[in-house]
């Protein structure tokens, strides 16, 4: 690829494509999110007063169910230009746009900010406790100079504004390509590709581990942070696949995203249904292996009473099912049946996120509570709301990059 010629607009390329969503055929659907999410969080906030506990908790849980969303819509972005895959050009907008709710997150994150002493109160206080006196802890103590509630908010901002910043930049230079159709923006992606991927990865991982592992300071896993984003990348695609069926019955992309754009979505759910599941165990085994108390600890508590039902539950919808399920390149080509498991490992998903946060509240075993599916329904309704919201104010698919007549002649061999 050269940067001397200007891609040519995409009614050249691909006469009659329609790449932009009607005025007002998103109107609706977006007014039906938006009134269901104030719904849904309104109702959330009643509950506050009723039982604020379980409201930060069930708020967290929901909290990183969404951001894994955008997360994993950044990761899809990234890795895409840094690949520079051609493939994807198609479906990467919508990606972008689902990246490009980050600011909301911002927002939904604050009370969780307002309840962390509710939290974390395993260790909000520990840096104020030294040897000697009551309530003294020598595994917190030893960590107070990361876990300290002044440096916690520190790196809050830190991480939502590498997030902003990488959301903002990409998503500004692709809708800025649709103008100029300059080639040298594509080339200029992937080169900042590399250190905002770096980027990326230090912030999530840190990220997973101030706001879940924290929950139980006293244990820790180097590879926490992978194993949330295995789950983030899987739940993406999964999301992706929903979002892009749903537009097809509005009529949107028809047809531009074709079977094979869907097959690719679906072998990218099972890979990472696969390595989720690697990291799982590796995290798992390698702990029992060893059989360290400070590192067994936490698998006591998510494996104590009903808690140890939802651990080998996961072991089969998050596993066993899905794999045997996806396999087969039948499934992955048939919009009806990736639609299906689809929603089934969205589901396993927020299983595993709840198996993760609650056992630190609820030690005795499982406990469902209304305001683990209103935080749930208002945050996920409010996330599409804004999705849907760009994606009818501006174009479908990068309407100039220069990969995509590869990406609409797009076959798997």
Same mark, same amino acid.
Request: some cysteine; aromatic content about 16%.
């Given at each position: 690829?050269?940067?001397?010629?200007?891609?040519?607009?995409?009614?050249?390329?691909?006469?009659?494509?329609?790449?932009?969503?009607?005025?007002?055929?998103?109107?609706?659907?977006?007014?039906?999110?938006?009134?269901?999410?104030?719904?849904?969080?309104?109702?959330? *906030?009643?509950?506050?007063?009723?039982?604020?506990?379980?409201?930060?908790?069930?708020?967290?849980?929901?909290?990183?169910?969404?951001?894994?969303?955008?997360?994993?819509?950044?990761?899809?972005?990234?890795?895409?230009?840094?690949?520079?895959?051609?493939?994807?050009?198609?479906?990467?907008?919508?990606?972008?746009?689902?990246?490009? *709710?980050?600011?909301?997150?911002?927002?939904?994150?604050?009370?969780?900010?307002?309840?962390? *002493?509710?939290?974390?109160?395993?260790?909000?206080?520990?840096?104020?406790?030294?040897?000697?006196?009551?309530?003294?802890?020598?595994?917190?103590?030893?960590?107070?100079?990361?876990?300290?509630?002044?440096?916690?908010?520190?790196?809050?901002?830190?991480?939502?504004?590498?997030?902003?910043?990488?959301?903002?930049?990409?998503?500004?230079?692709?809708?800025?390509?649709?103008?100029?159709?300059?080639?040298?923006?594509?080339?200029?992606?992937?080169?900042?590709?590399?250190?905002? $991927?770096?980027?990326? *990865?230090?912030?999530?991982?840190?990220?997973?581990?101030?706001?879940?592992?924290?929950?139980? %300071?006293?244990?820790?896993?180097?590879?926490?942070?992978?194993?949330?984003?295995?789950?983030?990348?899987?739940?993406?695609?999964?999301?992706?696949?929903?979002?892009?069926?749903?537009?097809?019955?509005?009529?949107?992309?028809?047809?531009?995203?074709?079977?094979?754009?869907?097959?690719?979505?679906?072998?990218? $759910?099972?890979?990472?249904?696969?390595?989720?599941?690697?990291?799982?165990?590796?995290?798992?085994?390698?702990?029992?292996?060893?059989?360290?108390?400070?590192?067994?600890?936490?698998?006591?508590?998510?494996?104590?009473?009903?808690?140890?039902?939802?651990?080998?539950?996961?072991?089969?919808?998050?596993?066993?099912? %899905?794999?045997?399920?996806?396999?087969?390149?039948?499934?992955?080509?048939?919009?009806?049946?990736?639609?299906?498991?689809?929603?089934?490992?969205?589901?396993?998903?927020?299983?595993?996120?709840?198996?993760?946060?609650? %056992?630190?509240?609820?030690?005795?075993?499982?406990?469902?509570?209304?305001?683990?599916?209103?935080?749930?329904?208002?945050?996920?309704?409010?996330?599409?709301?804004?999705?849907?919201?760009?994606?009818?104010?501006?174009?479908?698919? %990068?309407?100039?990059?220069?990969?995509?007549?590869?990406?609409?002649?797009?076959?798997?061999?």
């Amino acid at each position: 690829m050269t940067t001397s010629a200007v891609a040519p607009p995409v009614e050249t390329i691909a006469p009659g494509l329609q790449t932009r969503a009607p005025d007002g055929a998103l109107g609706g659907a977006r007014t039906i999110l938006l009134g269901l999410g104030v719904v849904a969080l309104g109702a959330s *906030a009643v509950g506050w007063f009723t039982d604020q506990k379980q409201f930060y908790f069930s708020w967290l849980v929901s909290f990183m169910f969404v951001l894994s969303l955008a997360l994993g819509a950044m990761f899809f972005v990234l890795i895409q230009h840094l690949t520079r895959a051609g493939w994807s050009v198609v479906v990467r907008r919508v990606a972008e746009n689902m990246m490009g *709710a980050m600011p909301l997150m911002v927002l939904l994150f604050v009370p969780i900010g307002i309840g962390f *002493a509710t939290l974390y109160e395993h260790w909000v206080h520990a840096e104020h406790i030294n040897p000697g006196e009551a309530g003294f802890d020598e595994i917190l103590y030893g960590k107070r100079k990361y876990l300290n509630t002044p440096f916690f908010f520190v790196r809050v901002v830190l991480y939502f504004v590498i997030w902003l910043g990488i959301t903002a930049w990409f998503r500004g230079q692709s809708l800025k390509q649709d103008q100029s159709g300059d080639p040298a923006i594509t080339q200029r992606m992937a080169r900042v590709g590399a250190p905002c $991927m770096f980027l990326f *990865a230090v912030s999530l991982t840190f990220a997973a581990v101030d706001w879940m592992m924290s929950l139980d %300071p006293h244990w820790f896993s180097t590879i926490w942070g992978v194993y949330y984003f295995a789950g983030s990348f899987m739940a993406l695609n999964a999301s992706l696949a929903l979002l892009l069926l749903w537009m097809r019955g509005r009529g949107l992309l028809t047809a531009a995203v074709s079977t094979e754009h869907y097959h690719d979505v679906g072998k990218l $759910m099972f890979a990472f249904v696969v390595f989720w599941t690697y990291i799982a165990f590796s995290q798992y085994m390698l702990i029992w292996y060893a059989n360290l108390p400070e590192e067994t600890w936490w698998y006591q508590h998510h494996l104590e009473g009903s808690w140890g039902a939802v651990g080998e539950w996961l072991m089969l919808g998050h596993f066993g099912i %899905p794999f045997v399920f996806l396999m087969s390149r039948h499934i992955k080509r048939s919009r009806f049946t990736l639609g299906m498991g689809a929603v089934f490992l969205l589901g396993m998903h927020w299983i595993d996120l709840h198996w993760i946060v609650m %056992p630190t509240l609820h030690r005795e075993g499982l406990h469902l509570s209304w305001l683990d599916f209103s935080t749930l329904i208002g945050m996920v309704a409010l996330f599409f709301w804004m999705v849907l919201g760009h994606l009818q104010r501006h174009p479908l698919i %990068p309407e100039r990059d220069p990969r995509l007549p590869e990406s609409l002649h797009f076959v798997n061999h």
